[in-house]
């Protein structure tokens, strides 16, 4: 019979692998019923980014003990894997990061399993591929992303480097569950890991091969070599995170000779001082950017979050104003850029295609069509894109040439199989500075591509549901919807409701309803799989900026008035 939360409470308060700091902390919160429940109703599940809360003691937050049980599971899936597991581990700037990262490493070792270990911060993307040129078994990341400082998370990857899909992550999760108590998970201590060789630190060579293949990626290296790099001028903002390091030396090995780094976020700090939110997708997060921008006269802002899997741009539109470019935007630009580069010097491959997610703006699979490139969605999450690479690998029927998702994830290149802003950052930069050579400017592409392809306006709103009501309350939202769907919106017929929760096109079942609209336009509800929130996406298409801010507006208002009345 499963424990309630005050029980697992209890457990952890007698429980002799607790040590004395964390039961402290536990009896701190004695007697207050709302607090225990929402720390121990439920453990710590793999969503679409693997393992993510809350830091802090009991069974629903991150913690050391949480991380040595979810280490311990994929401990015993490496064992049934190979006979000689081991594991690549990163983590970036976070609070505690380097910490779990260590105390993943020794159970790790306490299993007989090797662990490679960078010696400090690295982004998410390097440990993909690292996982690859090592021929290891999984990986670990120890971060939260974008998400706020109280927050961390674990993410698992398999022996591709895509982070564990959904068969995987259930045979870990059976294991985790078979950890009965914390005197189950087994450790050794730090020397006698690497005593016994099941511990190896990473570190300069490896960052130098991960440079290196991100930068043989590059499409305008001569382009770069012959003068562009040196008259084109990018301020950058690792955002107190990982990217500090690979972004920079990335950009220095391209050929670009101009980049300002923002003064004050350019050191780890795990409580972001300087942000509300280390997010590059929020305009608020480039406030230092913008100000250096002004002063150096930038061609280009790119920013990157804490783990640098998401980078966010800045370019300034016809009035001088710099404006912030959607994750949907800057993956046009890119795709654009990528595909109209090869088709001009016969090197686009006759089965290429573009891969990217349910949720993310059709406007870049219209021209990945223009060009001749096929089209693949998955669901959201940039695993089941990395599962796609890995499948075309194999069987050659497609040529994977990019992917990405509204959410500010791009990748290019088959080295790793998770997105990255180190490669985003230098294609951005890189369309940049060959567009400025043109005489253009990455809001002048924009707008052409708006003339030829039709104007694409997209939104997000997303109602933040903490606890178990909030669950509740999710879960009351998505029944309302699948249950009684509307047959129209703001006065726009719904042509066809995909409820994906089917396994339909083909995708794995997943808890989201896509609705589209006889307009073309469409919205899509989804409960997040790393926070505890419900989103809402929302895109229309349309002939004027203006009249497709209309038509977006209408349409959030009409569906987000149903959603509130449930919240």
Not at 35 to 60: P, W
Not at 62 to 90: D, E, F, M, R
Not at 187 to 206: C, N, P, V
Not at 356 to 376: C, F, L, N, P, Q
């Amino acid at each position: 019979m499963e424990q309630t939360a005050n029980e697992r409470y209890k457990t952890w308060l007698n429980d002799a692998a607790i040590d004395a700091a964390t039961k402290e902390e536990l009896a701190a919160i004695a007697g207050n019923d709302k607090e225990i429940e929402d720390r121990f109703y439920r453990d710590l599940e793999f969503g679409t980014g693997g393992l993510r809360g809350v830091m802090g003691a009991g069974t629903n937050r991150l913690n050391a003990y949480t991380v040595g049980k979810a280490t311990q599971g994929l401990a015993v899936w490496a064992l049934a894997k190979s006979s000689s597991p081991s594991v690549v581990i990163a983590h970036d700037s976070r609070n505690y990061s380097p910490e779990f990262a260590l105390e993943a490493a020794l159970v790790l070792a306490g299993n007989g399993v090797k662990a490679y270990l960078f010696s400090g911060l690295r982004p998410t993307p390097q440990l993909s591929y690292a996982v690859r040129a090592l021929g290891a078994t999984s990986g670990i990341v120890v971060t939260a992303s974008h998400n706020p400082p109280e927050y961390n998370g674990y993410k698992a990857y398999g022996p591709d480097g895509c982070q564990l899909v959904p068969e995987d992550a259930e045979q870990v999760i059976a294991a985790i569950r078979q950890v009965a108590g914390f005197d189950q998970v087994l450790r050794i201590s730090r020397e006698e890991a690497e005593a016994r060789g099941l511990l190896h630190w990473l570190g300069d060579k490896e960052d130098q091969d991960y440079i290196d293949t991100v930068v043989s990626c590059s499409l305008n290296s001569e382009l770069l070599k012959q003068g562009a790099g040196e008259t084109f001028s990018v301020v950058y903002t690792p955002l107190h995170g990982a990217g500090n390091m690979p972004v920079r030396r990335v950009l220095a090995q391209a050929g670009f000779s101009h980049v300002h780094v923002v003064a004050q976020q350019e050191q780890p700090d795990g409580y972001f001082s300087t942000v509300k939110s280390p997010n590059p997708e929020e305009r608020e997060a480039f406030t230092l950017a913008i100000e250096l921008a002004r002063k150096t006269g930038a061609d280009i802002i790119v920013g990157t979050d804490p783990d640098c899997d998401r980078m966010g741009a800045v370019v300034r539109d016809h009035a001088g104003e710099y404006v912030v470019l959607t994750g949907n935007q800057s993956g046009a630009i890119m795709v654009h850029y990528l595909l109209s580069t090869l088709k001009e010097r016969g090197q686009l491959p006759d089965n290429g295609v573009v891969v990217k997610t349910i949720v993310t703006s059709e406007m870049g699979a219209d021209i990945a069509r223009h060009y001749g490139a096929g089209v693949v969605n998955t669901l959201t999450g940039f695993k089941y894109i990395g599962e796609k690479m890995t499948e075309y690998e194999k069987t050659g029927e497609h040529t994977f040439l990019f992917g990405y998702e509204e959410s500010y994830g791009y990748l290019a290149g088959t080295y790793a199989r998770d997105k990255d802003a180190v490669i985003a950052s230098l294609y951005i930069c890189e369309a940049a500075a060959y567009y400025k050579s043109k005489g253009k400017t990455l809001y002048d592409v924009l707008l052409e591509l708006y003339a030829q392809f039709g104007t694409y306006m997209e939104h997000l709103e997303s109602r933040t549901l903490k606890g178990i009501d909030g669950v509740q309350q999710i879960a009351s939202i998505m029944d309302d919807w699948r249950q009684s769907p509307p047959a129209d919106i703001a006065g726009i017929p719904v042509s066809k409701v995909l409820d994906y929760s089917l396994g339909i096109e083909g995708l794995p079942r997943e808890n989201v309803l896509k609705y589209m609209l006889e307009d073309g336009s469409w919205f899509c509800l989804r409960p997040s799989g790393t926070e505890p929130k419900i989103k809402v996406y929302f895109a229309v298409r349309s002939t004027t900026q203006g009249e497709a801010a209309d038509a977006l507006q209408r349409l959030t208002q009409a569906v987000m008035a149903r959603v509130d009345n449930k919240v």
